[in-house]
């Protein structure tokens, strides 16, 4: 059973920096490109905010991230990482990880609030 563990989340004011942390547990990712999505409040669809290829070295974001935010992974920790910087109050979200294309299976999430 694979489980996915975001963490990293918190109440930051917009300009402010956040580091994400995604761990996979019960099997591994190894070979896959995973992803980091998000879910705005009062949105029911989940957005791809940046996705990296198992090697790192093809490295996507959505145009509203380009420049602030940056993935990475460890693939020895089996663990995934977003940080990010010059945060905005529409960055408020509910981040998540998962593989691409998504697996059935998604985390709780980790909350991100960005205050004025």
């Known amino acids: 059973q694979v489980q996915l563990v975001e963490s990293g989340g918190g109440l930051v004011q917009a300009g402010g920096s956040l580091r994400l942390s995604c761990v996979a547990s019960?099997?591994?990712?190894?070979?896959?490109?995973m992803g980091w999505f998000r879910r705005a409040p009062g949105k029911k669809e989940r957005e791809l905010v940046a996705?990296?290829?198992?090697?790192?070295?093809?490295?996507t974001y959505a145009d509203s991230v380009k420049g602030r935010f940056i993935i990475s992974r460890d693939r020895v920790k089996n663990t995934m990482y977003l940080e990010m910087n010059s945060l905005k109050l529409e960055d408020t979200s509910a981040y998540y990880c998962?593989?691409?294309?998504?697996?059935?299976?998604w985390g709780q999430g980790t909350q991100v609030t960005v205050s004025s």
């Open positions: 019960g099997r591994t990712f190894s070979g896959y490109t």
């Open positions: 998962n593989a691409l294309p998504p697996r059935p299976t």
């Open positions: 996705s990296i290829n198992w090697s790192g070295d093809t490295i």
